[in-house]
């Protein structure tokens, strides 16, 4: 059996009195939140937001094993102390998170999932909440079996996109954050289209904000916020 995954993205802006800071306070700013945020789950990633969006600079993604009962609290804990201290500089936008599943969907894992303890992360990553309506989940299984496989043909079309489904039922606003890495934005959307012209699509209450965000190192951040 797959062990389940805690997987959590915060978004981050930069406030003013980060920015009217001098360059080397800056990054002696930035090189502190990220010591303390590194160590909070056992992996943890950095991404680049703006300009892509204005809401948000930074996004942090972290990924936990679960162990037993309490290590989502232990987790929730570890990371708001890592950044009680800096919350004037840094300051939390927006977090997105859930648990991963074997889907009812499809059998065994697919190559195209996203395996967040592989440190082989792609340029771009796509965060976005997704929420089906009503209707969808008074059909029968079979009904939405037909639906989803029609889905799961579309997305095979594009081998080099990797996916990682995320579950939140109760736990958050929507039911599920859906994770996308690729090296090839256009080719990206042309997938994003070509999945609205399905049946399921009908189905679909809400999948936005998207959050489209790129890897940078630590040390690229730290040259970018200089």
Known sequence: MEKTVLGHFAL????????????AQRRAQASAWWERLSGSARQVYLYQVFPSRVEADLLLWSAEPVEEQRTP????????????????????VL????????SIYAAGR????????????????????????????QMSKDARQGMMNEHIRVGKQYPAIRQWLLYTFGLQDQEFVVVYETDDLILFSDLVQALRSTEAR???LRDTPIFTAVHQTPEEILTLLG
């Open 12 to 23: 981050f802006r930069l406030s003013e009195a980060f920015w009217a800071l001098p360059a």
């Open 73 to 92: 609290a232990r987790f929730f804990e570890r990371f708001a102390r890592a950044i009680n201290d800096c919350r004037a500089l840094f300051q939390p």
């Open 95 to 102: 977090t997105l998170w859930g648990f991963t599943r074997p």
């Open 110 to 137: 697919s190559p195209q999932e996203i395996d967040p303890f592989d440190e082989d992360r792609k340029p771009y990553l796509i965060v976005y909440p997704f929420a089906k309506t009503a209707e969808w989940y």
């Open 202 to 204: 009908r189905y679909t």
